[in-house]
């Protein structure tokens, strides 16, 4: 009798704690109960074309082999190579010990755009690069965003200085993978209203505005002008172009512009919210959308699996400041999934071994 009264007398301090328990900690078990199970390996061999490892020159690649494996990744792209020496490390530690499971991006450096010939020494030395190994070039964001040239201004990503690049890039038949900006709610005002509210919580140094250092606008418009303006280039717009919340847009920007392809890396969770909206849209433009995942964490890939291939309902998503919503699967035609895993990459790669796919 006495222990529960003092439980009852706890009651009134428990119900205090839980009212003024802060959002970041509020992160309830669904009590629904649905038909489902984790999809832990993608059904088809995929290429995971958005990876980033920088020390692929000197690292043992087997223990990441035998993580691809369990997910039933035959190929992985590093967008991570680099240039110059670390593209030459990085091919010949792969030639040694894998030669058919990686793909290898080089990178441009920016410093010194301005100064006589810049734009045709990076492109000289991209073609070498490439004769190293490299097939692709990957841009990332700090291109639009902190990338200055010699006068200390702001490098646009249509910036004419870099025509050299992307012409070079026509030129050889590889693709440009390009991450522009960032999720617009970054630039949104950090206000109740606001999706990211959280996640700009936890990372304040995402958050972004108008003079900082561009409108969100700008730069996605500079990025499409810069696609429109070399039609014989191959661009995969990262993330989406982070239309993935607006697949109605993103829709009309690839009957625009038919030379961008569109990777899903970071944005699965905007397509597993709209199920039946993401599944038209795969449908429609099947032929030009590539799986990445961006972030190398094996544990996260089942999510991607099971959005693309399940008709699951109302599962989680692995981090709850980028989506404190379900996902739901969109059930993807095997014809349709088959493209996004691998076939669409045997395009933008030509090199790949396809004898690690089926029916190749």
Not at 68 to 85: C, E, F, P, Q, R
Not at 233 to 257: R, V
Not at 314 to 334: C, I, R, T, V
Request: net charge negative; hydrophobic share 40%; with cysteine.
């Amino acid at each position: 009798m006495r222990t529960l009264f003092a439980l009852l007398l706890l009651l009134p301090s428990l119900s205090v704690s839980a009212q003024q328990m802060d959002f970041e900690a509020y992160n309830p078990v669904s009590t629904l109960v649905v038909p489902g199970e984790p999809v832990l390996h993608a059904r088809y061999p995929f290429v995971d074309v958005h990876s980033h490892h920088f020390r692929m020159p000197e690292m043992d690649l087997s223990e990441l082999v035998a993580a691809m494996d369990s997910l039933n990744m035959a190929v992985m792209v590093n967008l991570s190579g680099g240039s110059g020496d670390r593209i030459t490390g990085a091919m010949a530690n792969i030639r040694a010990h894998y030669p058919n499971r990686f793909v290898v991006f080089a990178n441009v450096d920016f410093e010194g755009v301005g100064t006589p010939g810049w734009g045709e020494k990076a492109a000289a030395q991209l073609e070498a690069d490439v004769k190293n190994g490299a097939s692709g070039l990957k841009i990332y964001k700090s291109l639009g965003l902190r990338n200055k040239d010699i006068n200390g201004e702001r490098i646009a990503v249509d910036d004419p200085r870099l025509d050299p690049v992307w012409a070079k890039c026509g030129e050889l038949g590889i693709p440009v993978l390009i991450h522009s900006a960032d999720p617009r709610s970054f630039w949104d005002p950090m206000d109740s209203f606001n999706e990211r509210w959280l996640e700009l919580k936890l990372r304040p140094g995402r958050k972004r505005s108008d003079s900082d250092p561009a409108p969100w606008q700008q730069i996605i418009a500079e990025q499409h002008r810069m696609f429109k303006k070399h039609p014989g280039t191959t661009f995969i717009n990262a993330h989406m172009g982070w239309f993935a919340n607006d697949l109605g847009t993103l829709s009309t920007l690839m009957d625009e512009m038919p030379n961008m392809y569109v990777g899903i890396g970071a944005v699965i969770a905007e397509l597993g919210r709209q199920p039946r909206m993401a599944r038209a849209f795969f449908e429609k433009h099947q032929d030009r959308i590539v799986f990445g995942k961006d972030a190398w964490n094996p544990s996260e890939y089942p999510t991607y699996f099971r959005v693309l291939e399940s008709d699951d309902e109302y599962f989680p998503y692995y981090k709850k400041y980028h989506a404190f919503w379900a996902m739901y699967g969109l059930d993807l035609p095997d014809a349709v999934l088959r493209k996004v895993y691998y076939e669409n990459a045997f395009r933008l790669l030509p090199g790949l071994d396809r004898s690690l796919f089926p029916g190749q």
